[in-house]
């Protein structure tokens, strides 16, 4: 017979999990799946004690993608596509199956990188005197070279500045940036990230069909986005997509696409072509689109937005013994459309920044993986001194124009900040760890060596 006190037990407690947080978020327990995954196919993170905190970096590879290859090179798996040509071309149809897209409408060219998608489209985008190149400041520098084919096109670029304190972008101001209804002609191309690789800020898809309606071709980033997201190209019809498969599943590392609508394919001057892309790699593409379908992308979003949440409040709640906070956010700090990168810099008591090298070098004597700089975005610096006066009349000068306040520096110390992102093997575990790093090493400790932490 079962007693009656069976019904009592306490729920399964989870050793190092704040009940503070799964008070504050208790649709985690929902994701705990995900906790299995962690103990078996990324197992190896805890066998070398390893806090890996560089998502939007890398993903990272499960234990069964390498199995998967090994398999596939060893000739055991059968049945496979015989030749490379018809692997790859399998592969290209599980592309556009994960992003719902209808093979008569869009194409997929394989790459090495989301870098190499936008240089291909940047190469053969018919700019002209006549067109424009309208794009966020918060895109990748991959996407802000476009800058450079549209200036030697005589191409008019207009830069759309986010804004303090989230540094998003309303759409009024992306609105006003497209100018008026011209859908009886291509006026050139909009290009922003659907989500930004420095402050994780996710921009309105909406965007997409407000700048076609206008005449636009539009090119979205969709390299930090995709890794916990799903895009449904069923429902947002944009020109291109840039996309690195390594940030999604970490291997292989030397493969990501451009994804074309046929229509679009058609305006270029030329047909992109698969260069510098190891084709032989490309049908591990697949292993890994199917891992994230059998993990679930909802739940891996689920996940990290809790997460995201939970390290928001934890961070921005850091005090030093004087009252002073310990950390500077730059970007949102509510989950509110935003993916699972936290960009932030680490105060002293006196508000003095802490040197990034500090940082680095200890949390990896921690054993634990961030990023520091700027990311690549030069949003994240870099491009915050484009909008001072001089580099402003600079830009000027090259026909670049700003909409928006044209001061929308983050606020960022010249050498750029500490990125700390999230991924399906997460856990809360994880941001207690880092945090607890941070508590022990900068809690009441004073900016030394003369770095300055001058803002820009
Ligand atoms: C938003 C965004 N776009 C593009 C890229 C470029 O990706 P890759 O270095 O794989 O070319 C990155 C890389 O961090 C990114 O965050």
């Known amino acids: 017979m079962t007693s009656r006190h069976t019904d009592m037990r306490p729920a399964v407690r989870h050793a190092g999990e704040p009940s503070a947080f799964l008070a504050a978020y208790p649709g985690y327990e929902l994701t705990r799946g995900l906790d299995r995954l962690r103990r078996t196919e990324f197992a190896y993170l805890d066998e070398q004690d390893h806090l890996y905190l560089d998502f939007a970096g890398s993903g990272l590879a499960a234990t069964a993608q390498h199995r998967a290859h090994q398999e596939r090179v060893s000739g055991v798996l059968p049945g496979g ?5 018809a692997a790859v071309d399998h592969a290209r149809r599980a592309v556009l199956r994960h992003l719902n897209a209808s093979p008569q409408e869009y194409s997929v060219v394989f790459t090495a990188n989301a870098t190499a ?3 291909l489209v940047g190469e053969r985008y018919p700019f002209t005197r006549h067109s424009r190149l309208v794009l966020t400041s918060d895109n990748h520098q991959s996407v802000t070279a476009l800058r450079g084919f549209a200036k030697a096109a005589h191409t008019e670029t207009t830069v759309i500045s986010t804004q303090r304190p989230d540094l998003r972008v309303s759409t009024s101001t992306v609105i006003a940036a497209l100018g008026r209804k011209r859908p009886d002609r291509k006026r050139g191309l909009f290009a922003f990230p659907a989500q930004s690789g420095f402050t994780g800020v996710q921009h309105a898809l909406g965007w997409i069909d407000i700048a076609r309606d206008r005449g636009y071709d539009v090119l979205l980033d969709a390299a930090a986005y995709l890794p916990t997201n799903t895009l449904d190209l069923s429902m947002v019809h944009p020109d291109f997509v840039t996309v690195s498969w390594y940030k999604l599943f970490g291997y292989p590392t030397g493969v990501g696409c451009l994804v074309i609508r046929r229509e679009a394919l058609a305006r270029l001057t030329a047909a992109p072509l698969e ?8 049908p591990d593409v697949e292993v890994g689109l199917s891992l994230l379908a059998d993990n679930g992308i909802e739940l891996t979003s689920r996940r990290v937005r809790y997460l995201t949440g939970w390290f928001l409040d934890r961070l921005t709640g850091l005090r030093h013994g004087n009252g002073a906070p310990m950390a500077r956010v730059y970007g949102p700090t509510t989950t509110l459309a935003r993916g699972g990168t936290v960009s932030f ?9 802490v040197d990034l090298r500090t940082v680095a070098d200890e949390a990896a004597a921690a054993g634990i993986s961030l990023h520091t700089g700027k990311f690549g975005n030069p949003g994240a610096g870099a491009n915050a001194a484009e909008l001072c006066p001089r580099s ?3 830009l000027l000068k090259q026909g670049t124009r700003h ?3 044209p001061v929308d520096v983050a606020g960022l110390p010249s050498d750029g900040a500490i990125r700390v992102s999230f991924g399906a093997p997460s856990t809360v575990r994880d941001v207690e760890r880092f945090v607890a790093f941070v508590e022990r090493h900068f809690e009441d400790r004073f900016v030394e060596g003369g770095f300055s932490g001058e803002l820009l």
């Open 392 to 394: 402003l009349r600079a």
């Open 275 to 282: 260069e510098g892309v190891d084709l032989h790699s490309v």
């Open 117 to 119: 998608a936008a240089r």
């Open 81 to 85: 596509p015989s030749t490379t040509a």
């Open 403 to 405: 909409v928006g306040e």
């Open 345 to 353: 810099n680490l105060l002293d008591p006196e508000g003095g920044v």
